[in-house]
């Protein structure tokens, strides 16, 4: 089994910043794509921001150069780091990760529990 657990969200102030970050465990052979969803309330869950296993990253237009996504491979952990935030971003922040397993060698799409993120003042 593998679980994926979140931690970082809370309350800011517009133009503020937080980080999120997602730790991977349990039956691992590879973690492979990593990334970052959100949903507000009403909309459908979107992309924010993904990284492969290699470092390559892509972003929501949305976001662009304001979130940063990132990962430590040793540690199977994925972050956000969330800079100029805007009351727009107001959403729970999900994790997922494609991960293969150590137990069948197939690969898994897992999610986070999701962590809300407010942005008011």
């Known amino acids: 089994q593998v679980q994926l657990v979140e931690s970082g969200g809370g309350l800011v102030q517009p133009g503020g910043s937080l980080r999120l970050s997602c730790a991977a465990s349990g039956s691992i052979f590879t973690v492979n794509t990593m990334g970052w969803y959100r949903q507000a309330p009403g909309k459908q869950r979107e992309l924010v921001a993904v990284?492969?296993?290699?470092?390559?990253?892509n972003y929501a237009d949305s976001v662009k150069g304001r979130f940063t996504i990132s990962r430590d491979n040793a540690k199977n952990t994925v972050s956000l780091q969330m800079n100029s935030l805007k009351p727009e971003d107001t959403a729970v922040y999900y994790c997922?990760?494609?991960?293969?397993?150590?137990?069948?060698?197939?690969?898994?799409?897992?999610w986070g529990q999701g962590t809300q993120v407010t942005v008011s003042s």
């Open positions: 990284i492969i296993s290699g470092g390559t990253t």
């Open positions: 997922n990760a494609d991960i293969t397993s150590a137990r069948d060698g197939r690969q898994y799409r897992y």
